[in-house]
């Protein structure tokens, strides 16, 4: 749980970081370059996939509540939102019209309807880390950002 723990902590900072602390992300582009900064940037994404994949895969089961049997119908929706949300990210389509962050409004659909389904502690912990951070994320995208003008429909 430890590993998963600081994969958690990792993705939070990582990802954190350009939001809420842009200057510092401009100044750290300066001295090492985009390219260098991107590659970097996914080296630590990366560590902190395999930190979280690794503590959840050697995390003791501890169960906390079952979930009931539909659960598993909602988890089914919400895994249909979440790969369309995530999916419309870059696409020329009406979501973006509707939806500022479908990336993150996707994360946070898919992290739901996995909290919905296990109900041991260690997916609650992974589950309910990335759907928080998700959260923060996206409020921190939207104060970073301004008042939103909704594209035209079709527009990015």
Do not use: C, Q
Request: proline fraction near 4%; aromatic fraction near 10%; charged fraction near 15%.
């Amino acid at each position: 749980m430890t590993l998963m723990i600081f994969g958690l902590g990792l993705w939070w900072v990582s990802h954190l970081f350009p939001i809420y602390l842009p200057g510092r992300r401009a100044e750290a582009v300066a001295r090492v370059g985009e390219k260098p900064y991107k590659m970097l940037f996914a080296l630590i994404s990366l560590a902190a996939i395999v930190l979280m994949v690794a503590g959840f895969r050697r995390a003791d089961f501890i169960d906390v509540w079952t979930p009931p049997a539909w659960t598993v119908h909602l988890n089914n929706l919400l895994m249909l939102l979440a790969i369309f949300l995530i999916g419309a990210k870059d696409a020329k389509s009406s979501v973006r019209h509707h939806i500022r962050h479908p990336m993150l409004a996707g994360v946070k659909a898919w992290a739901l309807a996995h909290l919905l389904v296990n109900g041991d502690l260690a997916a609650m912990v992974l589950f309910g880390g990335l759907l928080g951070w998700a959260v923060v994320a996206m409020i921190g995208s939207n104060r970073r950002d301004g008042i939103w003008v909704r594209p035209a429909k079709g527009d990015r």
